[in-house]
């Protein structure tokens, strides 16, 4: 087999160099981020086959062996490492099951978010919504764990526990609260009961991500230097990665679960929607995929994974390790 000598700075198809385990766009900045992104949550590696998947591996080995076959492309190698990326546990080496991949984030929670936006919600069914809302959030959480250190599945069973209680209790409180509530019209008490989800689905995404990560807190997190060079473990750090996650969990609710109730309270008032009453389930489901899709990408891409922080706000023995005035943690997603 030939070998390909070089590949071309910027190929026909405007793709930059490859490098492997690297990402494609600019971390530095938020539109690179969110280009990242819309990759890594891209629906349609889901379609991905053994053979597909077999070949993008093996194309990505050549290269790191330097025996890629003469007309690979930039693109050929990106989309290989993507194909790959969405697939395979990057710790383990194994492949997650396609509903917990950060590709089936999407198709497989629209439904979810569909149900926890149906009007005249009862007792039952509240409970049902959030139950599987946190199950499915704690199956892609477990899924794309960092694997690098073991992690005991009684924390995930205790963020998961921790989760589902704090949904289904915020969702029945503020429930009960408005049916209560004696100056809501019955179409104003519908409209608001709506909007129930938001805070149900916040609280117990912040919960749960203190709970599962609680030992990052405790135990601290590495952080390097620019040429990656372990520095140290820094609690403050940690601190530090938590917030910004926990801002990203926080913020992901918000145009999902109220974008939805907003545009349906308007396309619900329409003559048409009014005459094709069957039209309400698809439509809202259409609207919820939509928010879904943008709002995972943005929320993910509001910091970078890889964040920097000056050691000045470390401790003194992080200080003392480095004469770099910032250094790199991961802040994980």
Partial sequence: ???????????ADGYPDFQLGKPRFDQATFWGRYRHFLDVIDPRTLFTTKVGLAQASQLLEDFKNGNLPAGV????????????????????GEKIFMPFRMSGFVPFGTPVVVGMLLPNQTMATTVFWQWLNQTHNACVNYSNRNATKPTPVSRFVQGYTAAVTAAV????????LVKKASGFSPTTRMVVQRFI?????ATANVFNLILMRNSELRDGIEVTDKEGHLVGTSKNAAK????????????????????????MAVLERTAWLKARPRMVLPIQAAVCTAAFGLALPVAIALFPQYSEISTSKLEPE????TQEKTVIYNKGL
């Fill in 1 to 11: 087999v030939t070998k390909m000598a070089a590949i071309a700075k910027v190929d």
């Fill in 73 to 92: 492309t930039n693109k050929q190698l990106w989309e290989a490492q993507k194909i790959k990326t969405a697939i395979i546990h990057p710790d383990t």
């Fill in 169 to 176: 209790s915020i969702a029945l409180g503020l429930n009960v």
């Fill in 197 to 201: 989800p938001f805070p149900a689905v």
């Fill in 240 to 263: 530090h990665a938590l917030f910004e996650t926990a801002v990203t969990r926080a913020f992901l609710p918000v145009p999902l679960l109220l974008l939805p109730p907003m545009v």
């Fill in 318 to 321: 992080i200080q003392a390790a």
